[in-house]
C-alpha cells in the first residue's frame, strides 16, 4: 500500500545512475515511514495523495499541465529548487511562484519559524549548504511564504575568504525560502540533494513539516528510531493487512561498505495506523501469534528482534 509518489526524471525500469536528489528523497521517506512508490514522469498521478518533485526535475509543459489537474483534483505537492520546473524555469500555475533564478549568495540560512520547523529548535538559522533559488509567492493572495531564509555575509569564492566552510548568517532581511500555494509547498534549495551529500537533521525536518501539512493522516506513525524501515502490505486474498518492521543497523566498519552483523533490538515501539478503507478489528504479531491490544488504531510491540510483522483483521 502506497500514499505517496516520488518522480524520477528516468524511466523506472531503465538502466541508469539514479540521481542523488533521487537517493536522498528515497532515504528520509524511508526514515518518515511514508510509504511511496518512485515513478516515472508517465505514471498516472491520480493514485496518489501526494507526489514530490526532487531538486532536478525539470519536465515539459504538457507535464505541467498534469500537475496544475493533479492539484485541481484534490492531490498535494512537495517540490524542491528546479523540481516540477520547465527548460524556461517557470513553475507549474498550481505553485503560485515565481522562480528568480540562482541565489548567488550562499550557503544561505533557514530560519526555524513556522508550521515547517515544529521539530527545530524555533528562531535558530540552520545552514543549507548547496545553493538554492530565488523563489517568491505570486502575491495575489492565493500564496503565501511560510519559510524564510537569511544570506550569508558574502559568499565564500573569488578574493572573498572565511576559514570556515562557510561564511556566518549576516543578520540581515529574510527572504522566502518557501512557499505554500494550498496544496502545493516549494521549497527553494535541492533538500534531497543535500541530505544524500550529508544528512543534516533540519533538512528532513522540514521535509516532514511539510508532509504533515499536506497529509496529515499518514498511513503509518511509530515511536521506533529512524533506523527502523516500516512497510504496509495489503492482502486482501487472505482478508488482511502486515506491517513490517524491520529493524537492522549498517555500521561502517569496512572502507568501503556498510556492514550489519546483527539485528537491532527495539522495546515498546507504538505504532499509530491510519487505513480508513479498511476496517481493522484486530491486531497480533504473526508467526508468533500473539494477540496485541488495538486502541483507537495504535498497537504497541514489546519487542522487535530485528524483524516483526503486524496482522491486521
Known sequence: MVEAALVSSEPVNAEFQIPESIM???QMLEELAVQFDIIDKNTDLSQYKLILLPDDLVVCKDMQKRIDEYVASGGAVIA???GGSNPDGEYP?????FNGGINECYPDFIIAEGPLAKNLEQGNEYVIYLQGLKIKPYG???SKTILEARAPYFPRKGDMFCSHRYTPSAKGFAYP???QNGKVILFAHRLFEQYRKCAPLWC???ISGAIDLLLPDKMIRHTGPSTMTVTVLDQPEQSRVTVHALSYIPVKKSATID???EPTVLHNVEFKINLPEKQIKAARLVPEDISLELKNNT???PEINGYSIIELT
Do not use: D, M, R
Not at 500555475?93 to 511562484?97: E, H, L, V
Open 24 to 26: 536522498g528523497a528515497a
Open 80 to 82: 524542491c529548487a528546479e
Open 93 to 97: 500555475a498550481c505553485f503560485g511562484a
Open 140 to 142: 495575489n493572495g492565493g
Open 177 to 179: 525560502a518557501a512557499v
Open 204 to 206: 528532513k525536518q522540514l
Open 259 to 261: 556492514i550489519i552483523e
Open 299 to 301: 498497537v504497541t510491540i
